[in-house]
């Protein structure tokens, strides 16, 4: 067992106990400009931030969303932002909706019935990680060569255990722009995501 397996391990004292996460996670409500949102959003904020502003009106939120693309690069094509102002002007005074918490020590080895779909994941990896850590994970995204330190390099993680990268995914980490997406991705939708970065060729095996 290595110490990254150890420290996890020591996390959980006996086979029988596992770790659920707080059920707070939010994520957007349905309606067109919702996948907008989840795709641009996301890069900097969670939803629960998003719903906790003050209601804005359709110029304001044009405003915002305009300032996040040319102060801080948000990479929303310009005819995405009206529809995207409009979504969240109808926003302001909905609930978000809550995501089930991932038991991390079942997901940890999941039954056959309970391993990620690729495709699903490749779907959210498209959604939410991309932009990031880029078409193939190798941290190339368009959001992520700016950032500091960069977005991880997702081809160089064939030695971490399951459990420690769905904890990342779960609480994202700490001194880096990688949030939290337990707000923001179902259970199942991390489960997928993961089996989707499984699938990248890693480095040490082209050696």
């Given at each position: 067992?290595?110490?990254?397996?150890?420290?996890?391990?020591?996390?959980?004292?006996?086979?029988?106990?596992?770790?659920?996460?707080p059920?707070?996670?939010?994520?957007?409500?349905p309606?067109?400009?919702?996948?907008?949102?989840?795709t641009y959003?996301f890069?900097c904020?969670s939803?629960?931030?998003?719903?906790?502003?003050?209601?804005?009106?359709?110029?304001?939120w044009t405003?915002?969303?305009k300032?996040m693309?040319l102060a801080?690069?948000?990479?929303?094509?310009?005819?995405?932002?009206?529809l995207?102002?409009?979504?969240?002007?109808h926003?302001?005074?909905i609930?978000?909706?809550?995501?089930?918490?991932?038991?991390?020590?079942?997901?940890?080895s999941p039954?056959?019935n309970?391993q990620g779909?690729?495709?699903k994941?490749?779907s959210?990896?498209?959604?939410?990680?991309?932009?990031?850590?880029?078409?193939?994970?190798?941290?190339?995204?368009?959001?992520?060569?700016?950032?500091?330190?960069?977005?991880?390099?997702?081809?160089?993680?064939?030695?971490?255990s399951?459990?420690?990268?769905l904890?990342?995914?779960?609480?994202?980490?700490?001194?880096?722009?990688?949030?939290s997406?337990?707000?923001?991705?179902s259970?199942?939708?991390?489960?997928?995501?993961?089996?989707?970065v499984?699938?990248f060729?890693?480095?040490?095996?082209?050696?």
């Open positions: 067992m290595n110490v990254d397996a150890e420290i996890l391990a020591g996390e959980v004292a006996a086979p029988t106990r596992s770790i659920t996460f059920t707070d996670p939010f994520s957007f409500q309606g067109p400009g919702q996948e907008i949102a989840n959003c890069i904020h939803a629960d931030y998003i719903y906790t502003q003050p209601p804005h009106s359709q110029t304001t405003e915002i969303i300032k693309k801080f690069g948000c990479p929303i094509p310009d005819e995405s932002i009206a995207l102002a409009e979504y969240l002007t926003q302001n005074e609930s978000p909706l809550t995501s089930s918490p991932l038991d991390i020590q079942k997901a940890s039954s056959r309970e779909s690729l495709d994941g490749k959210v990896y498209t959604t939410h990680c991309l932009n990031c850590h880029g078409r193939m994970g190798k941290g190339d995204g368009p959001i992520g060569k700016m950032l500091i330190p960069p977005a991880a390099n997702l081809t160089v993680i064939g030695k971490k399951d459990k420690e990268l904890k990342t995914i779960q609480n994202g980490r700490p001194g880096t722009a990688m949030p997406w337990k707000g923001d991705l259970a199942q939708d991390i489960l997928d995501v993961l089996s989707y499984r699938s060729p890693q480095e040490s095996s082209k050696k």
